[in-house]
């Protein structure tokens, strides 16, 4: 059932690399990827008492340059999907 999978990495000076798989059966928009993903971010730094991390993770507005919700659901599962947060 992996084809369902997608990869999202964050493109962030502080948070580089942040990886999370999805399986996008469970998703409607890409704006609920974005908010688990974040979500997932906060609970990671929170988790390791990274405060100072946290809160500037709280301050990201992370967004998608290279997919649509569409060409999410149509790509290929290897394709890496990337949220950058400094534009």
């Not at 993770?57 to 992370?62: G, I, T």
Request: hydrophobic content about 30%; overall charge negative.
């Amino acid at each position: 059932m992996s084809i369902y999978n997608r990869t999202v990495i964050a493109s962030s000076k502080l948070f580089w690399g942040y990886t999370q798989i999805y399986d996008i059966r469970y998703y409607d928009n890409i704006d609920d990827i974005i908010r688990d993903f974040h979500e997932s971010l906060k609970d990671t730094l929170k988790k390791n008492n990274l405060v100072v991390l946290c809160e500037e993770c709280e301050k990201c507005k992370f967004h998608c340059h290279t997919h649509n919700f569409e060409e999410i659901l149509v790509s290929d599962e290897n394709k890496d999907i990337y949220l950058c947060d400094h534009c």
